[in-house]
């Protein structure tokens, strides 16, 4: 069985990516099990899917903790520690990065030893399609690692896209990409990989006092132990010297990202910022700007 | 033809052949995608029913209730604290004889509050007299609604009927999924003609009248499981009828090496499937283990379980549930299944495992193994239910105690 994770954000589907990789391999004539792990269901934060696939019936669920390939869909995603759940991988894991950097770079800046694929997909779109669909184009280059005929590739992207009620041009432009990123991507050797299994006694937990066992929280502030900055692709931007200090995206914002600073115009704390964009459709002068955050 | 389908969509896409006329729909996560599919579809018109959103499980199922004893062919779903919230009108609709299929899609109760499943939700409901069906894999999910109109709609049950899939491990998980002909399942399911008791303009009736005489309040009651009881053997028929059409079988139970196997594993819905991958390896290590999957679970086959396990040397049940103050549910009850056979198993231990979700490891199921070998060289099996948790699970815990601002705290 050839197992694959993918690792994205809310919003770049990685689910419809999964959904292509398992519908390829379908067409193809595998056992075939897909699944997405939403988390935090929410746009920007860290979601994971799996894709199993087989020549035999696939006798296993859920979570996958040692996959042949790891599909990652943009560099901020790679040794994040407070993902969830986090993915264990062995040396044999093939390990496929959506970067602009280059294959010694990551390799060095996150320490991997495992083969490593790059591909830029900001790179491989131009020309061909302003806003690239992220899962796609991952699950082509994933598809070509796993040896996946194009022809199914291509009825697999059409077939899902149809079915996520995509227009038939955008289908098409994703589709030349998906072409684009697949011969460029060189095949390696994807392998089953030695089992994860590790022995773990069993444990009978004790009884705790209440105060540590109801499921309550008494530390404040830990959200800021998670890197919520990255949960989002924008961050509203504002024009101060038209802004009338009203207060409204103050009060809107459902995230309490903004404060009052000492003159009463509105600061926004970009950590706590979900882009969400209802402080600037709120606005009744309309001076929020969203602008694309930085991110690696 | 054979199609990639998550469990949710084989929920509708059953619903969908089945012809079913009313669906009241209320959403929660994870059952949401089955009602998404099914108001897209009918606004496509690949299916012809009406569709109404109601403002509670509470009234989505009073609705359902009423509109199928119109004569209407009625499907609703629904989830966890949705199936609670609805609860006191399950009830309601097994007294009225409502013959609707609804699909729960199990998740864990809420507090602490998960999205992944165990089935805490669904068995709360083991007495409300709706027949109960539960799914190992997402063909079994489609395959399941078709049977169960069946059996809802004979005049031996005329009962309600859950058809439960676990949230997340089938509900969003796709898989192989042979979608049987229309015109097929129309000739295996006709059209839904009630002979009695439905409410018609022109034939006044009073449904769910109160009845202050107690023996009437017993006979009632009791015919209603007479009627649950009756579904055992209609299922059989169904089932048989099913296999000749479609060729695949489902029984009130299916099992995984069970014949030759010395000890057994028994357990419910999509985490057998984990089962089935630690038997094989089990074996492999000359462990004869088996495995008894129990799939109706209301009326509950108490013969067919007894059969099963008749001569084994010991037998655990994994409950993917806990009745607070007792333990797990289904191992009482299939304690009393085996009271009374001649070769009742050595020992009958209950563990208590993936609550909340949490994957049950292959660590846990060699435990389990040797639990049952130890049990029968006269290590005394503990009396209460054996909860599968790990030193890995605790420490993950740990951190999480730590963060939540609880200090160190010693296991
Ligand atoms: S974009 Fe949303 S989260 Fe960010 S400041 Fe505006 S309202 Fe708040
Ligand atoms: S809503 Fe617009 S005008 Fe009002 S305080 Fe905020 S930015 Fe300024």
Redesign the pocket.
Known sequence: MITVTLRGRGGQGIKTGAHVIGTAAFLSGFYVQDQPLYGAERRGAPISAYVRISRQVILDRGQIDNPSLVVIGEESLMGMASDNPPHEISESTVILVNSPLSKSDLASRYNIKNSLIVFDLVKLSSGIIEKPHLGIAVAAAACKLLGLNFDFVKESIIKELVNIQVNRDEIARNVDLASKVFDTISPVTITTPREAYRESGILEPKYHEPAISTCAITATGNSMLRDRAQW?N???VIDYDKCTKCMV?YV???????TIDSEGYPI?DYD?????????T?CPVKI?T?VERNKR | MKELLTGNAAVATGVRLCNVDYIPAYPITPQTEIIELLSRWINERKMIARFVTYDSEHSMITGAGAASLTGARTFTATSSQGLLYAFEMLYNLSGWRAPIVLANVSRALAAPITMEPDHNDVLAARDSGFIQIHAETCQEVLDSVIMAYRIAEDNRVRLPVIVNLDGFYLSYTREPVMVPQEDEVAKFLPQYRPTFGYLNASNPISMGVSVLDSSAYSYFKYQIHLASLNALRVHEEVSSEFEKMFGRRHGLTDEYMLNDADYVIVMTNSFTTMGKAAVAKLREEGKKVGILRIRMIRPFPKQEIAKKLEGKKAVAVIDQNISVGSGGILYPEIVSALYHIKERPGAIISFVGGLGGKRISLSEFRHIASTLEGAMSGEAPKVQSVLLFTEDNWSSVKEMLKIAGKGDVNG
Do not use: Q, T
């Open positions: 989002s924008y961050k509203p995206c809107y914002c459902p995230d309490s990202a903004y926004v706590a910022c979900k882009g969400c964009n209802i402080c600037k709120e929020i969203l």
